[in-house]
Structures are given as C-alpha cells and as structure tokens.
C-alpha cells in the first residue's frame, strides 16, 4: 500500500514523502474509516469491584470509540446478563438516589465519553462487566502487516494516503478529487457495516389504525 | 502524542518544516484554541465534583471590578447602590443613604460558610465552580438528585425561597455569576471536604471515622537489612558505633559451635557488598583491610567464646531501607512480639504471636508477610463506597500527581459538569480530555486557521475543506458522549392517548407528619 501511495503521488522513490509520513497517513486512513463505519468491534472484561459505581473505558483499552454492549456475568442473577443502555436522565427518572443503590449490575448509562455508571452497583467484588465496543484499528507495524479492515476498504486506504500527499503539496484540485473518491469507498463501507441490521429489520406496513374503530353501518 | 509532536505533524502538512510562513508560536496558540474549541462543542468530557457545604470561595469581592484580578473561585456578597457607586452589608444601608428612614434588614455575610452560624440572610445560595467548568449535567445533595428549575418557577412556588431552610431539592443558575450555581431549599450544616495546600507537600497520613484503604503502588521495595532496636541503629550507621559479639567465626559452618551474639567477620565486611570481599581471622585485621578499625585484645589470644568490643572509627554505611523488627514498650524496652509490648505496658489481655520474619522473602518460610508502603497516596478503596479520583482545576485531566482534595457526596453537594481544559498545554504536554485518535481533528482545526489567515498561504478552499473536517471531528467526538441514544429508533407514536395514572401528589417538607 505505501508503493501504490507514492505511486499515486508520482514519488516512487520517497523522496517527498518518507515512508514514515505514508505510514501515518495509512493508520489515520484505517481510523477515519472506523469512524465512519463500525466495523472494528472487541470484547473487553472488567471486574466487578464491591462499590464502584464508576468505571473508566481508559481502564478498558486505548483503542475504544464507544461500547454499544455490557454484559454482567457471574454474578447471583443470572450468568450472562444483558445490561440496558440508559441516559443519565432516564436513571434518574427511576431512582432518584441510584448512585445508592445495591445489588447485581441491570442499567448502565454513559457518563462521559470515557466513563460509565452501573445500576445497582455490587455489594460484593466478583463477577465481571463483559464490555463489547466498537474500536480504532490497531496501527500496522510491519512491511507485511495488513490491515484489520475489511479487503474492499484497501483501496480507500491507498487513495488517503494519495489525498495526504497532495494535500501536503497543497495540490488543491487532485486533492478534492482523491477525497471525493476516498468518500464514495467510505460511504460504501458504511453501507456493508449496516448490513446485519438491514437483513434483520422486519419490514411491513403499518395498518392504518386511527383510533375508535369505524362503526358499522 | 505530544502537543509538540502534533505540531511537527501539522508543520509537515503544511509543507513548513521552518515556519517560514507561520510561526511554531502561532501554531501552538492555534492549537490550544482548537482543542478547547472541539471539547466545547462537543461537550462531552464529563467530571465528577464534589463541592463543600455551604460553598466555599477563594476571594469575596466588594466591587465586580475585583474579579479580574483574582485567581480562583469568587463570590460577590455586598449589596450594590447608590448608581453603582456604593457597596452594602445589608439593605437598610442603602435606604439610608437614600434619606428614607431604615427597616429592619438581614444579616450581611462575607463567606458563605458563616451561615452556618447565622440564622437567615438574604444573600443567595450560591457555590461556585472552578474555571474550567462548562456546563452542568446533574446535580445532587446526598447522592440525590436535585431538580434544575428556573428562577422564574421559584418566584411561582414561594416568596422567600431565597431564605427557605429545608433539604435541598432544586439547583438553578439563578441570579448569580457565571460558573456558579444555587441550591434550594437551604442546608447549611458544615460538611467541608479537606484541600491540601501545595506548598504543604503529600498527604503523609489519613484517618477519619470510616474504613478505607490506601493503595500505595510504588515500586515494590524491600528492605536492605533490619535492626532490632535503637542501638542497632546507632551501630549500623553512625560513626563510633559498638558491637559487642560472644562468638567469632570466619565460616558459616562455624556458627553452629558459637554462642550467640555471634560475630561472622566476612559478612560484617561485606555486609553491603553481594560478593565477599575479605575474610579476616583476627578482629584486628578488620581495620587494616577497610573495615571498622578494632582493637588487639592481647589478654585474649585466641578470641574464641570471648566478649570483645568492636569500635568503628569509620561509619558503617548501611544505606537503604530498614525495617524495625522490635515493638518498643513505653518503658523503652523491646519485644518481638505484640505481646511482649503489651506484657512490658501491663496490659491484662495478649495478641496471639507469629512468626517475625527480618525480611520479605521470609514470608515463603512461615513468617508473617509485610510490605513497606512507599510514595504517595494512588487510591483508595472500601467496599461500600467508591473513592474516584476527580480533577482538580490545578491539574489537566491526566489523574496524576498528588491528592489536594478529599470530599465526600454524603451530606454535600455533588455535581456532574462538563470541563475544559483550564491552561494552555505547552509542547511537552499530553492532551488528556480527548482521545488520542482524535487529535487528528484538532490538527485539522488549525490547518483551517492556517489556510484562512489573511496573507501568504492563504487559502480558502483547503481552509473549508479542513473546516468541513474538524467539525466532523467534533460531530464523531459529540456522538461518543451519546451513547445511551445512539443507536435508537424512535418513531412517531399514533397520537392516541392511552390511560394514564395521576401523577401522586407531592407535599412540601415542612408538611406535618405522623408517622
């Protein structure tokens, strides 16, 4: 990928843009992607620890964007727990007083982008918050890595790293015209990453209900 | 990442390794502007904060003006009149000055923790929040929510709500100055939290009612050697000490056959070498080869099962950590078990002994298992309430450095807000209240600026491109904040309402009760 980028930049050699240079381009090309299309997703585990109502993601990895899951396991209530996702308001609409409640983990709701709260928090250590989230790609270290996004995305890493070159060259009209193509691959990526939803969505007609049903004749 | 580095990366973007067309000076400023720009917008670095019971201020001005000049938070506690020109303790002042005859008015009050010994006033409720407070999220007194209302809704509920002792069950930003933020109904009991001042260094101890723990994760240290008492102190480290041993002895073997104390010449020379260094057969021989100068008992030829004095004229440097096997009686006496103190200190019940281990290793061999805390305090832990490390306004968002605060939600005000950062970073610096993935955006921010100043590089197009892409930034940055919502799918709902429970009617605290 970083030939067919100095390629694209008539720069086979790296004269102009080192291979360093490349290489950062192609991490911040693979992260702009799984911003945009949530493909990367890990599992991470936390312990469940006797009165910690707070928990921080940095304590979970680097590399999150967000959790969209938490699972409480081992813990009285049931094996595998599926956490609900609320806001902060919705909790407090239930409990004024949450942050005093004991028991098994059911409600988490994110506090800010790098904390979340549980409910009930746990009276005793044991258990773990099984925490699925969507994450950055890991940055490639070797000539030979390849990276974690899917095959069809190659080629919008490529064309970032093109747009960087000439964004550095400040060659305003190729750039436009790499981003727009590095674009329609990211907008399609998008597409491929909503898949799963779209297939099991259950798609029908809603009746025409208006309320009172019609009186017969 | 470093602000630093961040500005090399821009630098190379920008084709300008020399700063020939913009400054590293100005690059940075631009820098800092877009980061607190992106958390501003995005709003989505939220800190919990425990504030002090009443509110506690750094400086209580007389005149607005006094603002601008202080450091830290501020309240205005002065009455204003007189077209501006005067300052009141309390209102009969201004009428007064105003030549009509003088009502009765309320107490003045210069901090707001001297309401604790008044008994009404008609100053607002107020507490205020560090400078690099944003915005609020929630608010609770007691681990309980409070309720945002407007001012507006308080003049409809009551006339005094201003001077209404109750609990707390409302928060408003009220009348007062920006940052700050009032609580009613009005509970003043003084529940302070404890601030370490800077200049008095770490926190060497902390006890109060409760049961914690201190986590303390320092490297893990072990002790160099231990001592027994006070004048094995004096006889590993200071100049002239004494040993006084009955039996000498070149070779561990030897020990066996020795009476205790027993004195192994090659260890004591070596005592701070990992290798042996010299063995000596007579004590005096010990001075000639470096180690503490002894003198020849010639009444004593062979030295052996004899009582000799071993005099150091060199200190006998035992540099390290030591650790103190003994438990010293108030007679000054010294055991080695807890028993034995409480025996010496005529106590009637005993603790059950243990095996006393010199060292840490010892505790694989059956001794009672010890560690040397060492460094600050890093946390703290009790399994019925959680300890969070908070920001404090001095720090920039990184939970590094040394406790300077210790608050508690019990009793007190707690708040969720959104911060900024509060200083400038400078190149050396990591920023800490966005990821590192997003600084990219940032970079993007001030590649904006760069291609939208006026003059050489001026560029619109790639500053609107590079606009376009920081505030996607600061949308994807936004979104993480969200999500609770992020992924729902609402819909419109059919319009008919459907059966619902009155609401249960609510009573004001001051309603009686029988219980």
């Known amino acids: 990928m970083r030939a067919r980028v100095l390629a694209g930049l008539n720069d086979a050699s790296g004269i102009l843009f080192p291979a360093a240079t490349v290489h950062r381009s192609l991490d911040d090309a693979a992260e702009v992607l799984a911003e945009q299309a949530p493909v990367i997703k890990r599992t991470a585990l936390i312990a469940l620890e006797a009165g910690t109502i707070y928990y921080s993601l940095r304590r979970v990895s680097d590399d999150v964007i967000r959790p969209y899951r ?7 209530t049931a094996p595998d727990w599926p956490m609900e996702r609320l806001s902060l308001i919705e909790l407090d609409q239930r409990d004024e007083t949450w942050v005093l409640a004991q028991g098994d983990p059911i409600w988490w709701a994110p506090v800010s982008w790098d904390s979340f709260a549980i409910c009930p928090h746990p009276a005793q250590s044991g258990g773990v918050l099984a925490i699925d989230y969507l994450a950055w790609p890991q940055s490639m270290q070797e000539d030979d890595d390849e990276p974690e996004l899917p095959e069809g995305d190659h080629e919008a890493l490529v064309l970032y790293g093109v747009y960087e070159g000439q964004a550095q060259r400040w060659a305003v009209q190729p750039m436009l015209e790499v981003w727009s193509l590095f674009k329609r691959h990211a907008d399609a990526a998008t597409g491929r990453s909503g898949q799963g939803r779209v297939q099991s969505r259950l798609t029908q007609r809603s009746l025409a209900d208006t309320g009172d049903p019609i009186p017969p004749p | ?39 501003t917008v995005a709003a989505v670095v939220v800190r919990l904060r425990c504030l002090d ?24 506690p002065m009455l204003q009149g007189a077209a501006g020109s005067r300052r009141f303790t309390s209102s009969w002042e201004s009428e007064h000055l105003e030549r009509v005859t003088p009502s009765q008015g309320f107490a003045g009050l210069t901090y707001e923790w001297e309401r604790a010994h008044l008994e009404s006033t008609d100053r607002r409720y107020e507490f205020a929040l560090p400078k690099n407070h944003e915005r609020l999220k929630r608010v609770a007194w007691n681990n309980r929510k409070l309720f945002p209302v407007s001012v507006r809704e308080l003049d409809a509920s009551s006339t005094s709500w201003q001077r209404r002792i109750g609990l707390p069950r409302w928060w408003t930003t009220g009348t007062g100055r920006v940052r700050s933020l009032e609580v009613y109904q009005i509970e003043a009991t003084y529940q302070q939290g404890y601030a370490q001042n800077s200049l008095l260094g770490l926190p060497r101890a902390l006890q109060g009612a409760r049961s914690y723990g201190i986590l303390c994760d320092g490297p893990q240290a072990t002790n160099l050697y231990a001592y027994t008492g006070r004048g094995d102190v004096q006889a590993v480290v200071r100049e002239g000490a004494v040993f006084a041993p009955i039996t000498c002895y070149t070779q561990s073997w030897e020990s066996a056959y020795g009476r205790a104390p027993r004195y192994n010449f090659t260890i004591n020379l070596t005592m701070n070498e990992p290798r042996l260094r010299h063995t000596v057969v007579f004590p005096w021989e010990m001075g000639a080869v470096g180690g503490p100068v002894v003198p020849d008992d010639g009444d ?44 010496l200190n005529g106590a009637s019940s005993f603790s059950t002994g243990a095996v006393v281990g010199a060292f840490t290793w010892e505790n694989r061999y059956g001794a009672a298992a010890f560690s040397i805390p060492l460094g600050t305090v890093r946390g703290a832990e009790s399994p019925d309430r959680q300890y969070l490390p908070v920001e404090s306004d001095a720090t920039l968002g990184v939970f590094q450095g040394r406790v300077s605060d210790w608050r508690s939600s019990d009793e007190a005000i707690s708040v969720h807000e959104v911060v900024l950062p509060d200083q400038q970073l ?9 990821p590192r993935q997003l600084l990219k955006y940032v970079r993007y921010a001030v590649l904006a600026r760069c291609f939208g100043r006026d003059g050489e590089g001026h560029n619109t197009i790639l500053a609107d491109h590079y606009n376009r892409r920081a505030s996607q930034g600061a949308l994807l940055f936004k979104n993480l904040g969200l999500a609770a919502t992020s992924d729902r799918r609402y819909q419109r709902n059919s319009g008919i309402l459907e059966r619902q429970q009155m609401p249960r009617v609510r009573l004001p605290s001051t309603f009686e009760r029988v219980w």
């Open chain 2, 426 to 434: 400078v190149e050396a610096d990591t920023p800490a209240h966005l």
């Open chain 2, 53 to 76: 019971l009443p509110g506690r201020h750094s400086h209580a001005l007389t005149f607005d003006w006094e603002a601008t000049e202080s450091t830290g938070t501020v309240w205005a």
């Open chain 2, 1 to 39: 990442m470093t602000v630093g580095e961040e500005l090399d990366r821009i630098q190379d973007r920008l084709n300008d390794r020399t700063a020939a067309i913009w400054s590293r000076e100005e690059l940075a400023q631009w820098w800092n502007d877009s980061y607190r720009d992106l958390c």
């Open chain 2, 300 to 343: 004593q030829a062979d030295q052996e099962d004899s009582f000799i004095a071993i005099r150091s004229n060199a200190p006998v440097a035992l540099n390290g950590l030591a650790r103190l096997l003994t438990h010293e009686s108030a007679s000054l006496r010294a055991g080695t078990q807890v028993w034995e103190q409480e025996f």
């Open chain 1, 70 to 76: 938490i699972v409480s396991r081992g813990t009285s």
